[in-house]
């Protein structure tokens, strides 16, 4: 497999890291009183949607230069 096809998904994986980090610390902040790590949970998660977000557009775009150059 060449490294063009794992830059999707390795940007989705560390994106749904992100998200699962995220949501630990946001519970954590939540159950203990800290605003502070409430927040930078929120944060992670907000980074990790963006992070999936852009794997999902790489994979997009590798399908539709794939396609175009099979033709």
Same mark, same amino acid.
């Not at 497999?1 to 063009?4: K, V």
């Not at 800290?34 to 992670?44: C, F, Q, R, S």
């Given at each position: 497999?060449?490294?063009?096809k794992? $830059?999707? !998904?390795?940007? $989705?994986? $560390?994106?749904m890291?992100?998200?699962?980090?995220? *949501? +630990?610390?946001?519970?954590v902040?939540? +159950?203990t !009183?800290?605003?502070?790590?409430? +927040?930078? !949970?929120? &944060?992670?998660k907000?980074k !990790?949607? *963006?992070?999936? *977000? +852009?794997?999902? *557009?790489?994979? $997009?775009?590798?399908?539709?230069?794939? &396609?175009?150059?099979r033709?």
């Open positions: 497999m060449d490294d063009d794992l $830059k999707g !998904g390795q940007d $989705k994986l $560390k994106g890291a992100d998200q699962a980090k995220g *949501a +630990v610390k946001e519970g902040g939540k +159950v !009183g800290d605003t502070k790590m409430k +927040v930078e !949970g929120k &944060l992670d907000t !990790g949607k *963006a992070e999936h *977000a +852009v794997g999902e *557009a790489k994979d $997009k775009l590798r399908d539709l230069r794939d &396609l175009r150059d033709e």
